[in-house]
């Protein structure tokens, strides 16, 4: 007579040692802790394991346990009440496997006996859905969708560069997002800023910013920050965030982010443009240059005319504006090769990309070995050096 | 028939010309054109170049004979401050990048 579930378990209890949840529990503090894989099914890991333990469903026990145990090593299977356990178990010896014992009573006891249990966060069925083509790119899955709605990145400019970098990190789920912006929605805005909309005009950029990011993404926090960035304000708002979108429209505030940037060791994703023309790099502090190695000093007012001055396509701005969001997220995941020791240079009437090779200079005088790095009137300076360079040219 | 036609005797592969590009605030000195074609040499003969082109081009870049700290020149791709500066070379064909900073967002 082939053999009952009660007779291939008692054959298992036969080969298979057992080890009790309150003999486990002190042996995972110790240096020697054995691995703990949990065969349970997705569902029952879902709500709650034991911290440490690995998740291999019992189906994929046979193909998957290669990647997550040696065959040596010291090795406790799980579920939920020590019995789907026990023959897991046992398939892993035949496979093996010297060093296996079955989890008696199974998480279920683990669990009452008031031991530490992990509950895994997930994504909601309606983020699942969401964020369904996130989840399917092996390099985002639910784990980076998950670090992505934990994420916090500032926005230096609801603008040109700014609509497009928040639309776009809003839509991936960037869980949390500063708009650094005090000026009001103008109807020459709405060439570029496709964030505002014509029945904003006239309300703080942030706020129309809100209305837009609410609408598309309700799983964002949007912070409104309605004031310009100051040295006196700059480092209490770096250190609310992970990361920096550089939007601004001018360079004392882009000098003063770097130097913070550097000093909270904050990743800043620069972008800059002006007619047909856009810039982008990231700086990540002290691993690759910063805006100073690669721009010592600001350049004379005219020439560095700004888009009011000078005018902006504004197709330009969402391609920027969105190879920042990239950026961004590449960072925030730590995936990819992110734009660092390198600097873009997007020409949209020629329609060419030119990559070129920026370095850390070794004398910089933000991030150098011998900078003195401090917070200093940016304003006075970029207009001092502009001023003294103007009269330069012009002599 | 023309493809067996003799054709001129090959003449020796001319020299491809440098390109520089010109970022958008200094085209008002080019006649607004974003690329100029030089001869090759260093980075000094072929700002020579321009400057004999588009007459006011060098002081835009250039003070004391060395280039301005807010501008970046870079040949095929790297600084010229990691190359030999203002007396790298310029090879046939190579790409030669103005770039001041931008400030625009």
Known sequence: ???????????????????????????????????????????????????????????????????????????????????????????????????????????TRWKQSGHPVRVPRTLSPAQRSRYSRHVLIPEVGEEGQLRLLDAKVLLIGAGGLGSPAAFYLAAAGVGTLGLVDDDVVDASNLQRQIIHATDRVGM???????????????????????????????????????????GADNFPTRYLLNDAALMT?????????????????????????????????????????????????????????????????????????????????????????????????????????????????????CAGVGRHEHAGAAA | MSTLTPTAPRQETPSMPVTVRIPSPLRPLTGGASSVACGAGTVREVIDQLEAAHPGFQERIMKDGALRRFVNVFVAGQDVRFAEGIDTVVADGQEVTILPAVAGG
């Open chain 1, 204 to 246: 703080l950029k942030g706020e129309s910013a809100k209305v837009a990011i609410q609408a598309l993404n309700p799983d964002v926090q949007v912070n409104v920050h309605p004031f310009r960035v100051t040295r006196d304000n700059v480092l209490d708002l770096l250190s609310e965030y992970d990361l920096i979108v550089d």
């Open chain 1, 1 to 107: 007579m082939p053999p009952t579930y009660q007779d291939l378990l008692a054959s298992a209890r036969d080969e298979v040692p057992e080890i009790q949840v309150n003999d486990l529990a002190p042996l995972l503090e110790g240096p020697d802790a054995p691995l703990v894989v949990d065969v349970r099914e997705t569902s029952e890991w879902d709500e709650g394991n034991i911290p440490g333990s690995v998740h291999v469903p019992r189906g994929f026990l046979e193909s998957r346990i290669a990647g997550v145990a040696r065959p040596g090593q010291p090795i406790v299977v799980s579920c939920a009440a020590g019995q789907r356990s026990l023959l897991a178990a046992r398939t892993l010896r035949e496979m093996g496997f010297t060093d296996v014992s079955s989890l008696a009573g199974g998480f």
């Open chain 1, 265 to 381: 060791r904050t990743p800043l994703v620069h972008a800059s443009i002006l007619r047909f023309e856009g810039h982008a790099s990231v700086f990540l502090p002290y691993e690759g240059p910063c805006y100073r190695c690669i721009f010592p000093e600001p350049p004379p007012p005219d020439l560095a005319p700004s888009c009011g001055e000078a005018g902006v396509l504004g197709v330009l701005c969402g391609v920027m504006g969105n190879i920042q969001a990239n950026e961004a997220i590449k960072v925030l995941l730590g995936i990819g090769d992110p734009l660092a020791g390198r600097l873009m240079i997007y020409d949209a009437l020629g329609m060419t990309f030119t990559e070129l090779k920026v370095r850390r200079d070794p004398d910089c005088p933000a991030c150098g070995p011998n900078a003195q790095l401090e917070l200093r009137d940016y304003e006075a300076w």
